[in-house]
């Protein structure tokens, strides 16, 4: 069940990422791909996060890539 309900929420965020592109649809287009063990499409989602996003939002994702071995090029 879990598969299945990343894989739907990861379509909502492609098309939050179309139809809005800022750092909050970034976010979780990342952080979802990350979950599905795609990190390496997740790094460039979330960079742009990072780029996109307010101050709080840029230490959250940040965070979240340390924990995850990921980096900003």
């Known amino acids: 069940m879990r598969g299945q309900a990343l894989r739907d929420a990861l379509a909502l965020?492609?098309?939050a990422v179309k139809l809005r592109?800022?750092?909050e649809s970034?976010?979780?287009y990342g952080y979802t791909l990350?979950?599905?063990g795609r990190k390496g499409d997740a790094q460039g989602a979330l960079c742009k996060?990072?780029?996109m996003?307010?101050?709080g939002l840029q230490r959250e994702v940040r965070s979240v890539?340390?924990?995850n071995g990921l980096t900003c090029p």
């Open 21 to 23: 592109p800022d750092g």
């Open 26 to 28: 970034y976010y979780g």
């Open 65 to 67: 890539m340390g924990e």
């Open 34 to 36: 990350m979950q599905l």
């Open 53 to 55: 996003g307010d101050a």
């Open 13 to 15: 965020f492609e098309q």
């Open 49 to 51: 996060a990072v780029t």
